[in-house]
Nanobody, 124 residues
Framework: VRVVESGGELVQTGGSLRLSCQAS????????MGWFRQVPGKDREFVAV????????YIATSLRGRFTISRDNAKNTVYLQMNDLKPDDTAVYYC??????????????????WGQGTQVAVSS
């Protein structure tokens, strides 16, 4: 089982980025997928989750209106579109997977395995 995040880079305040997470080794189309982020010295925090069939999407309250999540089951890939980026969005972004899109997604510590993440840096 493997997830590989990509798309992070240095952008200016107000810019946009689309992160990608390519998954392999499990039946992607039957799993919820989601994104988290972590700043050094702080806990990892929930960003967004999408159900297996894209019928349910949930974005962290503070990020709504700027971040959206989507997936392409044919490509085993989940995306995070980030608009109007702010310096506070600077973090390493990680994706993960689970059978359901329930409330456990709000507790990153329930996930045992993580990819290498992708670094997003927003300059002021």
């Amino acid at each position: 089982v493997r997830v590989v995040e990509s798309g992070g880079e240095l952008v200016q305040t107000g810019g946009s980025l689309r992160l990608s997470c390519q998954a392999s080794g499990f039946d992607f189309e039957n799993y919820a997928m989601g994104w988290f982020r972590q700043v050094p010295g702080k806990d990892r925090e929930f960003v967004a989750v999408i159900s297996a069939n894209s019928g349910t999407k949930y974005i962290a309250t503070s990020l709504r209106g700027r971040f959206t999540i989507s997936r392409d089951n044919a490509k085993n890939t989940v995306y995070l579109q980030m608009n109007d980026l702010k310096p506070d969005d600077t973090a390493v972004y990680y994706c993960n997977y689970d059978r359901t899109d329930g409330s456990h997604w709000f507790a990153p510590q329930t996930f045992a395995q993580w990819g290498q993440g992708t670094q997003v840096a927003v300059s002021s």
